[in-house]
Structure formats: structure tokens, C-alpha cells
Nanobody, 128 residues
Framework: QLQLVESGGGLVQPGGSLRLSCVVS????????IGWFRQPPRKERERVGV??????????NYADSVKGRFTISRDVAKNTVYLQMNNLKLEDTAVYFC???????????????????WGQGTQVTVSS
């Protein structure tokens, strides 16, 4: 049975950094596209991923709100996907989930990703 477990969340000041990890078990990581999604306080989980990486590891995408600040990567040997988050802002505060993902083309070009099977989430709080 496929399982995804996130870790690495915490409390950080604005401008700080965190690295989230998503360990995938029950199957090979390179069978799946994996994405990071978030649920801000008092809001529903966002449908479109913050960042995703495809099963080959050669395609990534980022939401406009995090471009230039977040970087997704993976280590197939460790079955782990990472999200390096730099220059964190107050509005990045959320529960972050990893999920198996599907890329879909956007009407105006590029692509977005959508989640399927989910981890339990890890809290990221950006506060001064």
C-alpha cells in the first residue's frame, strides 16, 4: 500500500528557510509524479500544487507565488521528495501535504498539478 509521510515543518521567521521531506513507501518513487500542496489557516486545501515533479524527475513546476523561492527535488534511492523553501513569507503559513500528482496543461501555457493520494501533512508557520 502506497504511503506518503511528510516531515520538516516548523516555526520560522520571515525570510527564513525550511526543507520539507516526503518519504514514499510501498512502491517505487519513480513510478509517480509527486507534488506539494498546502492548506492555509481557515481555508480549504489548495487544489493546485505549490510545486510538483514528474515521475522521470526532469519536469518541475511551481506556483507563481513561490517561484524563485521554493525548489523541489528528489532522491530516488531514498524514495524521498524534498521542498526547499527559502525567503519564507507570512503568507506561506500552512499545512503542507505531499501527494501523488497529475500534471495538466494550462490554457495559457505551462502546466499545473493536482493531487491524488495524500500524506498527513506537516505544519509550516512563518511568524515574527
Amino acid at each position: 500500500q502506497l504511503q506518503l509521510v511528510e516531515s520538516g515543518g516548523g516555526l520560522v521567521q520571515p525570510g527564513g528557510s525550511l526543507r520539507l521531506s516526503c518519504v514514499v513507501s510501498g512502491d517505487r518513487l519513480d513510478y509517480y509524479a509527486i507534488g506539494w500542496f498546502r492548506q492555509p489557516p481557515r481555508k480549504e486545501r489548495e487544489r493546485v500544487g505549490v510545486s510538483c515533479i514528474n515521475s522521470h524527475g526532469d519536469l518541475t513546476n511551481y506556483a507563481d507565488s513561490v517561484k524563485g523561492r521554493f525548489t523541489i527535488s528528489r532522491d530516488v534511492a531514498k524514495n524521498t521528495v524534498y521542498l526547499q523553501m527559502n525567503n519564507l513569507k507570512l503568507e506561506d503559513t500552512a499545512v503542507y501535504f505531499c501527494a501523488t500528482a497529475t500534471f495538466r496543461p494550462n490554457r495559457g501555457g505551462g502546466s499545473s498539478c493536482y493531487g491524488d493520494r495524500w500524506g498527513q501533512g506537516t505544519q509550516v508557520t512563518v511568524s515574527s
